[in-house]
């Protein structure tokens, strides 16, 4: 069994920035892949970022592309995603997942994806 748990959601002001951290346990891959969905109220879950497990290659989606950025910490089982320039569309819940097979050019298709984590809350308002 795998876990991952979320957290440094909160909330922010426009312009500003969060750095949320996804720590893994359990039964990991040597080189497991993570990728970050958010989803806001009534609106599908979305793919923002992903960072392959084999080469490090991360993706961002056109939404987040420049003000996001991933990156992992193989030592602490953590990857982190680092917010900045955040936008009140930015508002949405926001996982982190993984899967025995990501493929690089599906990376933000969720059903790849079969251990998620619970979510945290980001909330961009003035």
């Known amino acids: 069994q795998v876990q991952l748990v979320e957290s440094g959601g909160g909330l922010v002001q426009p312009g500003g920035s969060l750095r949320l951290s996804c720590t893994a346990s359990?039964?990991?891959?040597?080189?497991?892949?993570i990728g970050w969905f958010r989803q806001a109220p009534g609106e599908e879950r979305e793919g923002i970022s992903c960072?392959?497990?084999?080469?490090?290659?991360?993706y961002y989606a056109n939404s987040v592309k420049g003000r996001f950025t991933v990156s992992r910490d193989n030592a602490k089982n953590t990857v982190y995603l680092e917010m900045n320039i955040l936008e009140p569309r930015d508002t949405a819940n926001y996982y982190c997942?993984?899967?025995?097979?990501?493929?690089?050019?599906?990376?933000?298709?969720?059903?790849?994806?079969?251990?998620w984590g619970q979510g945290t809350q980001v909330t961009v308002s003035s």
């Open positions: 997942a993984t899967g025995p097979v990501i493929l690089e050019d599906a990376w933000d298709v969720a059903a790849w994806y079969d251990h």
């Open positions: 359990g039964n990991l891959l040597d080189d497991y892949s």
């Open positions: 960072i392959m497990g084999s080469n490090d290659r991360t």
